[in-house]
């Protein structure tokens, strides 16, 4: 839970070799996962990184401001089984927002906003998965071909197991399969996929005004979120990359 707080007391984290993260007041406390399984990162990368949030941490661990640790526990522990995460994630896709515009009759300018930077990312991802995205300014549901829907569902079938996690989180963080899939898969940057997803947000913002103080916060929390998948997904991909150069 993103608002649990755990008391802990520590002086500083340390790493051992780059494999295992410890807690270090007086002697070596391997970090656990919530169902209790050692925490063992898979590069020196990901070990300073997690050791950082940690670090950061003072008298209560609040895990809202953990994200690569808590997708890294996830990665661990999998607490929601790998296949039903895929599941979600072409749940997603079926009511994808991107896929859902604004009819020029009721909004124009939004409309024309959402195709000005929507289109690019739809665009890519058809290429990039050989599918074709059903698009439409309907309130009602636009049912996905199946075929679009088994070509991304193979996908991520083929991901490594750490890749799938960090899919899913940047998939619910960002509300929509299509703009996280461009982010990991296509190389959109965080900031513009952030953007993407708060499009329709700040329109209305910029047309009713905006709770400034909530906003803000939400917007921090997410680039946080989205940061941290990016920074795990990429370095998988790097071992991975390595991995098959020496073979």
Same mark, same amino acid.
């Given at each position: %839970?993103?608002? =649990? ?6 002086? @500083? ?8 993260? @410890?807690?270090?007041? @007086?002697?070596?406390?391997? +970090?656990?996962?919530?169902?209790? /399984?050692?925490?063992?990162?898979? #590069?020196?990368?990901?070990? /300073? ?21 808590? =997708? ?7 607490? +929601?089984?790998?296949?039903?995460? &895929? @599941?979600?994630?072409?749940?997603? =896709?079926?009511? %994808? ?21 929507? /289109?690019?990312? *739809?665009?890519? !991802? ?8 059903? $698009? ?30 960090? !899919?899913?989180?940047?998939?619910? #963080? ?8 461009? $982010?990991? %898969? ?7 996929? &952030? ?7 700040? !329109? ?11 906003? *803000? ?8 979120? +989205? ?5 795990? +997904? /990429?370095?998988?991909? #790097? ?9």
């Amino acid at each position: %839970d993103g608002g =649990l707080r755990m008391q802990y007391f520590f002086l @500083s984290c340390s790493l051992s070799l780059f494999l295992s993260l @410890s807690l270090s007041p @007086s002697g070596k406390y391997t +970090v656990r996962t919530p169902l209790r /399984n050692v925490l063992t990162l898979p #590069s020196e990368t990901l070990a /300073n990184a997690v050791a950082l949030e940690w670090d950061a941490q003072r008298k209560h661990i609040i895990t809202a401001l953990m994200p690569l640790s808590t =997708l890294c526990f996830k990665a661990t522990d999998y607490p +929601v089984p790998r296949e039903e995460l &895929i @599941s979600h994630m072409v749940e997603f =896709l079926e009511t %994808d927002t991107v896929c859902y515009r604004a009819s020029p009759r009721d909004d124009e300018k939004l409309h024309r906003l959402e195709n000005s930077r929507w /289109n690019p990312i *739809t665009e890519w !991802f058809a290429e990039f998965y050989h599918v074709h995205l059903a $698009m439409t300014t309907d309130i009602t549901l636009t049912p996905q071909p199946r075929q679009t829907l088994e070509r991304v569902k193979g996908h991520l079938e083929d991901q490594h197991p750490w890749v799938v996690p960090a !899919f899913h989180a940047a998939t619910t #963080s960002l509300k929509s399969f299509v703009i996280a899939a461009a $982010m990991l %898969d296509g190389g959109l940057a965080a900031d513009e996929a &952030i953007a993407c997803s708060y499009l329709e947000t700040d !329109f209305q913002i910029e047309r009713w005004g905006e709770v400034e103080w909530q906003h *803000t916060l939400e917007r921090a929390r997410l680039s946080a979120d +989205v940061a941290a998948a990016v920074l795990l +997904v /990429n370095e998988i991909r #790097s071992l991975e990359s390595g991995e098959k150069a020496l073979g």
